[in-house]
Each structure stands twice: as C-alpha cells, then as structure tokens.
C-alpha cells in the first residue's frame, strides 16, 4: 500500500490529516483524532535493520495500537512486526508495502482509531 492511499482513506473516515513534527524525520507522520488530538497511529520510513529485517534500505511502516490479547496472533502474521518505538504490549508495526491487503490495514488502523478515541474519552 502507498502512503497517499492510507492517507486518502484516513482522510475521508476520519477527517484527519498527516502531521510531520520532526525536522530531523522529515518522512515520519503522526495521524491524531480530529476532535481531540490523541494520535491512532504513526507512519514512518525506517532502516530495515531496525525493524530486524536484512538490510538497510527505508521501509514505511505504520503503526497502530491493538488489543494485548490480539498482540500475539496478529505477530504471526507476515508483515505485522513488533511496534517500532512504541509500546511492544499495545501496537504493532505493518509493513505498508507486505503482504497485508488494503481491508485488513483499514481495520487495524480503524480498530486503533477505535481504541484510542476510548482511552481519549477517559
């Protein structure tokens, strides 16, 4: 999936636009709740050594937050990594360009929309 395509789609669900805050991660995006800022999820561009994979190239990633009981099953799946820089025990990190089909990167990111707005509303 391309960025644009995320983009577009969190655009027209959920009336958010993508934030780069860091100068020094010009390809880094943070996607917050429109109403109340929480973020839901982050778009990055990593070196593929960080994520443990075999080489260096920039990978796009997104990652979102998901029930601790689904952590588990959802990290089987080709793809779905350990978050990157975030909480290992509530996000994931999705390989934007992996195997996962659009749909199935729409519900992670609306079930961490959904999530987030909960833990906002608090």
Request: net charge neutral; charged share 25%; proline share 5%.
């Amino acid at each position: 999936m391309e960025r644009e395509t995320l983009f577009s789609y969190v655009r027209e669900n959920f009336q958010s636009e993508p934030e780069y805050l860091w100068r020094n991660q010009p390809g880094y995006a943070v996607l917050r709740h429109a109403n109340g800022k929480k973020l839901f999820a982050i778009v990055m561009n990593v070196p593929g050594t960080k994520l443990g994979l075999e080489h260096e190239e920039r990978v796009d990633i997104l990652n979102v937050k998901v029930r601790p009981e689904h952590i588990g099953s959802l990290r089987l799946k080709e793809g779905i990594l350990p978050a990157y820089h975030m909480n290992k025990g509530h996000w994931i990190s999705v390989i934007l360009a992996g195997p996962l089909s659009s749909s199935e990167v729409f519900e992670l990111l609306a079930d961490s929309h959904g999530l987030t707005y909960q833990s906002e509303r608090k």
